[in-house]
């Protein structure tokens, strides 16, 4: 018997985690397509503390203090070098033969590439920066072009200067002409070669459009994944550009206040709350715009180092709570070397991290008199609600009714910076806040829980697998049973990241189209299972989350899937890259795709998903994947029983356990999104047989629970075999035709 179906994980709707929801918009422009920053970036950046004088030493200490302290566990994993890495004379910046900005030894002795290969050792990644622009020295020298005939002063615009806020002295390129974007070409394969993983390009204004187009031509062909960042103040009239050709980009000026007692405003304080809350109005605008792939950058997150920084603690969690609901990059710019015991509490708060990570930016409902109100909706029909006192001086009511959020009648309301669970509210919600304070909430209407439950076609779907095991003909099969959904397998990789019915069959314009088309003309539909045991994988293939993401769109558009099952399996299921992978790619079609339902289906032992499946579960509510269903395969437990239908309640049980603590789901909405796709008769351990009567038990405990999917593997095998014994095509056991899907058919949802 081919073992298909063991250890699998098909993608399931997915449902928020409590500090993690999922609104799906429309936005106004295309994302960029460098598959990178899938979620908003989080991490470090040296400006706000350390910020004109860098070394080697204080960038590895940082480095060093992000792993010690444990943010890096809490996915603050970059590092990023900001300015005053270069050295200059008194034409400004120092050039290498070609042109290209020289590093300060001084400040950097073993070089950058040595510093990023450090971070790197750390399990970091490394980020760096530029600005527009060609150097007065290159120009004055002509120094030449790598790789090509062409000098500097072949594309130097010197009627143009370019903004520059350490060495200045940079002219415009003129990209008409030969040679300009090759330069620009040989300085990213100079970072490329660094280990650069992030780059900050600064000064950009409107006029530096080409600029940044051949900056994300020229990081593209270098072929490393570089997030690609834009700074600051950018023009909101040009967002849809910023969006399509950066991951981020900076909505105003620097958050930093420069009153510090140090040369240029540096040292304590950082910042204060004048130059954090301007942040509110500037967040409401941009909010169309932030995305999977591209996020508005309210720039450095100043918290870790207590009081100091300029913030009370009560301005400090509204920071932090800002710039969640705004979904910005979380990078932060205190010294984390002296971490502040109540900064990193809140720092390593994994529900406001994943407020941010849910890829959502929130709408501002209530802006009157310094009360402030923001929301953003999740995919299962959860909210994230934050209320603020901006204010400096007096305490002040802040309300909400629900039918502002967005719904009517009661909230079952939980604090997310306290964890506590304030319980069923009706109507309005109120909180009476100290200047500077919020309150950040989850609220799950009152009749959540009954709306949650999946239709009972959509969620009995059975398999089918149309390229072996003699296939029935699913129309015959609606005739017999009632069914009226099926869960069609497998689509699998052609070798690259292009989807393939069995990796080979086409899409569109072959037999399983037919087959799709005759199942709806017959009143039905289909979702597509995507992975099993065998062949290659979409997941291993792609060798990014935008990729995956692309190919999965490619199903989904071919036969407008309301629904789609990641079934994953072997080598994908014990890759943690390829997992992590198909979470990020799962967001992105999710957020693109309003109502598309997601199953992600894998092995499990009889107490519930073993260590992976627990991996699997956490990574996806730490992302932010609302996940429809978590479907587990309740077979080849190994030890030969007949118990199968106790032995599944049981794992079902504990799947419930784990998706309830990773997302903070009550018991009935926990229920709603977990599933099971058991094997009918005779499973891949030769003495194990799942019975009619272990079918019915299930159906039971679907009833008794309201469970999100209840099916199995597969209407090919549910038939008594013939002469032969072939596990493919028929249960192995004694039976009439569809005995099987007949029990699953009464679920009533």
């Known amino acids: ?110 070089g950058i590439k040595a510093l990023a290969d450090y971070v790197h050792s750390k399990g970091l990644k490394f980020g760096f920066y530029v600005t527009p622009g060609i150097a007065k020295n290159a120009v004055t020298k002509n120094t030449p072009i790598e790789g090509t005939s062409y000098h500097a002063k072949d594309i130097a615009d010197t009627s143009k200067t370019e903004k520059n806020y350490n060495c200045k002295n940079m002219y415009a390129i003129d990209y008409g002409k030969p040679g300009a974007q090759e330069f620009v070409n040989s300085w990213a394969r100079q970072f490329a070669s660094w280990g650069v993983d992030y780059l900050k390009i600064d000064g950009v204004g409107s006029q530096d459009i080409p600029d940044v187009q051949a900056w994300d031509k020229a990081l593209r062909a270098t072929g490393r994944p570089i997030n690609f960042a834009l700074s600051n103040n950018l023009s909101l009239s040009d967002a849809p550009t910023w969006r399509k050709l950066a991951n981020s980009w900076r909505t105003q000026g620097d958050v930093e206040c420069y009153c510090g007692p140090d040369p240029n405003g540096s040292g304590y304080p950082l910042t204060d709350w004048s130059h954090v809350s301007a942040r509110f109005n500037t967040a409401a605008s941009w909010q169309p715009y932030a995305g999977p792939g591209g996020w508005n950058d309210l720039d450095s997150l100043e918290i870790g180092n207590g009081d100091q920084v300029g913030l009370t603690a009560d301005q400090r969690r509204s920071h932090f709570t800002l710039w969640a609901m705004a979904a910005s990059p979380l990078l932060l710019g205190t010294d984390l070397t002296h971490l502040d015991p109540v900064d990193k509490a809140m720092l390593t708060n994994d529900r406001l991290i994943g407020v941010d990570q849910d890829g959502v930016a929130a709408k501002r409902i209530v802006n009157s008199e310094g009360r402030q109100v923001w ?98 003909d699913p129309t015959s099969v609606m005739a017999a049973t009632g069914v009226k959904w099926f869960t069609l397998a497998f689509i699998l990789s052609d070798g690259t990241c292009n989807p393939k019915w069995d990796g080979s069959r086409p899409l569109t314009g072959g037999t399983d189209q037919s087959k799709i088309n005759a199942i709806r003309a017959a009143g039905g539909d289909v979702m597509v299972s995507v992975g099993g045991w065998s062949g290659a994988k979409l997941g291993e293939k792609c060798s990014s989350a935008s990729a995956l993401a692309a190919a999965y769109q490619k199903v989904i558009t071919a036969y407008k899937l309301r629904a789609i099952d990641v079934d994953i399996e072997n080598t994908e299921w014990s890759n943690a890259t390829v997992r992590q992978r198909v979470v990020d790619a799962l967001k992105t079609v999710k957020a693109g795709n309003p109502g598309l339902k997601t199953v992600i289906t894998f092995g499990t032992t009889t107490g519930g998903p073993d260590s992976t499946g627990v991996d699997m579960i956490k990574r996806a509510a730490n992302s932010g994947l609302a996940n429809d269903v978590w479907c587990i395969m309740p077979f080849d437990f190994g030890g030969g029983t007949t118990n199968m239908g106790t032995l599944t309640t049981q794992a079902m049980e504990g799947l419930k356990s784990r998706v309830k603590s990773a997302y903070g789901y009550d018991d009935a909405i926990a229920y709603s999104h977990i599933g099971l796709s058991s094997m009918n008769g005779r499973t891949d351990d030769s003495g194990e047989r799942v019975r009619t009567a272990d079918f019915k038990t299930m159906l039971a405990y679907a009833q008794q629970h309201h469970i999100g999917r209840l099916t199995y593997w597969s209407v090919n095998r549910d038939r008594a075999c013939g002469s032969g014994t072939d596990g493919d095509s028929c249960s192995g056991v004694t039976q009439q035709p569809y005995d099987y899907l007949k029990v699953f058919t009464q679920y009533t949802g």
């Open 375 to 472: 929301s953003k909706q999740e995919s299962d029909g959860q909210y994230v609600v934050a209320l603020f006192n901006t204010n400096t001086s007096g305490s002040a009511t802040v309300s909400v009714k629900w039918s502002q959020v967005g719904f009517t009648g009661s909230g079952d309301v939980t604090d997310l910076w306290s964890g506590s669970h304030k319980g069923l509210i009706a109507d309005t919600y109120s909180a009476t806040l100290r200047p500077g304070e919020t309150r950040l909430i989850r609220v799950k209407p009152a009749d959540r829980a009954k709306q949650a439950a999946a239709s009972p076609g959509m969620a009995v779907a059975p398999y089918e697998y149309l390229g072996w095991g003699s296939p029935p």
């Open 1 to 110: 018997m081919t073992r298909i179906r063991a250890l699998v994980a098909a993608v399931a709707g997915l449902l928020i985690a409590p500090a993690v929801p999922l609104l799906t918009a429309a936005h106004p422009a295309v994302a960029s397509d460098n598959g990178q920053s899938v979620r908003p970036a989080m991490g470090w950046s040296s400006w706000s503390f350390v910020r004109r004088q860098p070394t080697e030493a204080k960038i590895k200490a940082q480095a060093d203090a992000l792993v010690a302290s444990g943010l890096n566990d809490h996915g603050f994993v970059h590092v990023n070098l900001d300015d005053f890495w270069q050295k200059c004379d008194d034409n400004g910046f120092t050039v290498d033969s070609y042109g290209r900005w020289s590093v300060d030894t001084a400040k950097f002795p073993g």
